[in-house]
């Protein structure tokens, strides 16, 4: 099983940026689609974003399109989650995962996650 560490959450305005990164404990890290998701205080888990094994494709949430940026760098076994013009909506535990498809997964396609970043955006 991957075992996956965030970080890089943190408190920002509105309006403001955050990047986090995730980074895989496997030597198969290519072999994964890799994905993000978050859960809000009393809110259901959502599904944020995916990118394919070789980064040549990624798929978002309409919540997030044009705002947020998933890229992967497989010499460093890490993905990244580039979150820009950021709303207090944002607001939730992210968390990064493996994922068995990458357009327009279901939380049960999200198969192993780490234990989350807390990302905060103040009004």
């Known amino acids: 099983q991957v075992q996956l560490v965030e970080s890089g959450g943190g408190l920002v305005q509105a309006g403001g940026s955050l990047r986090l990164s995730c980074t895989a404990s496997?030597?198969?890290?290519?072999?994964?689609?890799m994905g993000w998701f978050r859960q809000a205080p009393g809110k259901e888990r959502e599904s944020v974003t995916t990118i394919s094994r070789n980064g040549g494709i990624t798929y978002y949430a309409e919540t997030v399109k044009g705002r947020f940026t998933i890229s992967r760098d497989n010499a460093k076994n890490t993905v990244y989650l580039q979150m820009n013009s950021l709303k207090p909506e944002d607001t939730a535990v992210y968390y990064c995962?493996?994922?068995?498809?990458?357009?327009?997964?279901?939380?049960?396609?999200?198969?192993?996650w780490g234990q989350g970043t807390q990302v905060t955006v103040s009004s």
């Open positions: 995962a493996t994922v068995k498809t990458i357009i327009k997964p279901t939380l049960r396609d999200f198969v192993s």
């Open positions: 496997t030597r198969t890290f290519s072999n994964y689609i």
